[in-house]
């Protein structure tokens, strides 16, 4: 029986960084809990499996995408940022600019973005998280940041 | 795109958007663990069943193709390792690789009664379903098991056959009928047998003879070549006599020397020009022919002749049949033309196909005389 204790540490250190990322790639709250919950319980049932806490964190981010890219890819919706919807919490999100100018982003510049500039992870990194080349991630990271940038009116050359 | 340069005015700008985010952890902790527990459960029964099935089925396999009694054996082209064997009641004779199961039989079918024998590259004692005039119970033999019959007509499962003017030897099995059998409640494959059964009908003097082969469907080359030597080698009465059953076929390896020997084992044969489009005349010579088997195919029109093969290209091997045709002087020299045609056949479906580039191997007399190979090109 593989050890309970760990993972509820790891657990609780890492589940709202991941609901966190899920939102800003969804733009949906109770989509975003969702989807940790369901990655959560995916690394649970392979615990005797992983090995320490690094694999363990990139397996459930990695999990965590691709549950985001399957759930967006069903509701098309929100790939047009329909956030009307949303709950009360995501209406207080949805007041900000930095998420309309968001769903404005493909999914996988979404992801590309969030992954690199709100998570920190090497493009490299993020490459292997989505399952695509560190080429294409840096196509789709420079898309996203072009438009980032003139919706919120950030002006270029901000980047350290 | 060049530099990787994290962009933290962005970054800042995205954790200011879900920075007052806080799921509550207990929420869902325990559904979490309960659901990956159970799916854990269900990850290691399912690895255990197939460990299980996996197991189970080289089990069975080291069984069926180990040291099982129903293990194939493997046999020899050469004839030096054949044995003969004759009957003297009906005064017919084979040859068969001494490595294969021989099983003489006696059955009895209402009043008529007939004698015969099965040579089989399985150690299987071979038994009829129900009563004499049943067939063969094949079932659960190996997918690449072959099965020779020669029997007095009426003996076991065959029926009565009208009889003709003597038949002509040596037998060929191109000349075998396909036959589908269908049996009860298993229609095509009856108790195992492979089907089509080959049915060759044998007149000697009056008395009617039946040679029957079967072909599992994941037989080998070899041991369909060694049916069609062991059927070409059945004589029947005063043919024994004529014919030495020694002439069965070449010996694959042991060209007299000095001649060469070619990439398959028979001597080696010049192929001019070694490659080019359909239509094409190629002429073939090689020395060192002088087994008898060589110069009894030659000029008949019967047997392979010259034919081309390109086996096991998708479910299809390619043959073009007897493209050309060869003869072999005194001295063992073979010279022989073709002409690459546009089309073959694929034996199982039975279909027309086309001729396409690439290396198609040259055959001579036999299904496995493979002599060489010519280089089928686009133009």
Redesign the interface.
């Known amino acids: 029986v593989p050890d309970g204790s760990a993972f509820e540490a790891f657990y609780r250190q890492n589940l709202t960084r991941i609901v966190r990322a899920c939102a800003l790639v969804t733009l949906d709250r109770t989509a975003a809990e969702d989807i940790a919950a369901e990655a959560f319980t995916r690394l649970w049932a392979r615990w005797d499996l992983v090995n320490g806490e690094d694999h363990a964190g990139g397996f459930v981010f990695k999990t965590a995408m691709r549950l985001c890219y399957r759930e967006m890819r069903r509701d098309r919706r929100r790939l047009a940022g329909d956030l009307d919807r949303a709950d009360a919490i995501d209406q207080a999100l949805a007041r900000q600019d930095i998420l309309s100018a968001l769903a404005e982003l493909s999914l996988r510049q979404r992801q590309a973005v969030v992954l690199r500039d709100w998570a920190g992870f090497e493009t490299a990194e993020v490459g292997r998280l989505l399952g695509m080349r560190e080429s294409t991630v840096r196509v789709h990271l420079a898309r996203a940041r072009e438009r980032l940038r003139r919706e919120l009116r950030v002006e270029e050359g901000s980047a350290s | 795109?060049?530099e990787?340069?994290?962009?933290?005015?962005?970054?800042d700008?995205?954790?200011?958007?879900?920075?007052?985010?806080?799921?509550n952890?207990d929420e869902?902790?325990a559904?979490?663990?309960r659901?990956?527990?159970t799916?854990?459960a269900l990850?290691w029964t399912a690895i255990g069943t197939t460990l299980a099935m996996f197991l189970g089925g080289l089990g069975w396999s080291a069984v069926q193709f180990g040291g099982g009694r129903d293990r194939v054996v493997v046999g020899s082209l050469d004839p030096s390792t054949w044995t003969e064997y004759h009957r003297p009641v009906d005064n017919w004779s084979l040859r068969y690789p001494s490595q294969w199961n021989l099983q003489p039989y006696t059955l009895r079918c209402f009043s008529a009664g007939g004698e015969g024998a099965l040579i089989s590259n399985v150690r299987h004692h071979f038994e009829i379903v129900g009563d004499g005039c049943a067939p063969w119970d094949m079932r659960g033999l190996p997918p690449n098991l072959v099965v020779v019959e020669v029997g007095m007509s009426g003996a076991g499962p065959f029926g009565p056959f009208t009889s003709q003017p003597d038949s002509r030897f040596p037998l060929s099995l191109d000349d075998a009928k396909r036959v589908s059998d269908v049996h009860g409640e298993e229609p095509g494959e009856p108790f195992g047998a492979p089907q089509p059964r080959l049915y060759l009908p044998v007149s000697i003097q009056g008395q009617d003879y039946a040679v029957n082969s079967w072909l599992g469907r994941r037989a080998s080359r070899l041991d369909r070549e060694i049916v069609r030597r062991i059927v070409a080698s059945i004589r029947f009465g005063r043919q024994a006599q004529e014919f030495p059953p020694d002439d069965i076929g070449p010996s694959p390896g042991a060209p007299p020397a000095p001649y060469p020997t070619g990439p398959y084992g028979y001597p080696a044969i010049m192929v001019s020009p070694p490659r080019g489009p359909v239509g094409t005349r190629v002429h073939v010579e090689g020395d060192g022919f002088t087994e008898p088997f060589w110069s009894q195919q030659s000029g008949t029109g019967g047997g392979y002749q010259i034919s081309l093969e390109r086996g096991l290209s998708g479910d299809c091997d390619r043959l073009a049949f007897q493209v050309g045709t060869y003869t072999v002087n005194a001295n063992g020299h073979l010279t022989g033309d073709f002409v690459v045609p546009s089309t073959a056949r694929c034996p199982e479906p039975d279909r027309i196909v086309e001729v396409v580039p690439g290396k198609w191997t040259i055959k001579i007399a036999c299904a496995y005389c493979e002599m060489g190979d010519f280089e089928v090109t686009k133009d």
């Not at chain 2, 990787?4 to 970054?11: H, I, M, N, Y």
């Not at chain 2, 700008?13 to 799921?23: D, K, M, R, T």
């Open positions: 795109v060049r990787d340069v994290r962009d933290r005015e962005l970054g700008l995205l954790e200011g958007a879900v920075g007052h985010l806080e799921p952890p869902r902790l559904r979490i663990r659901r990956g527990a799916r854990r990850r």
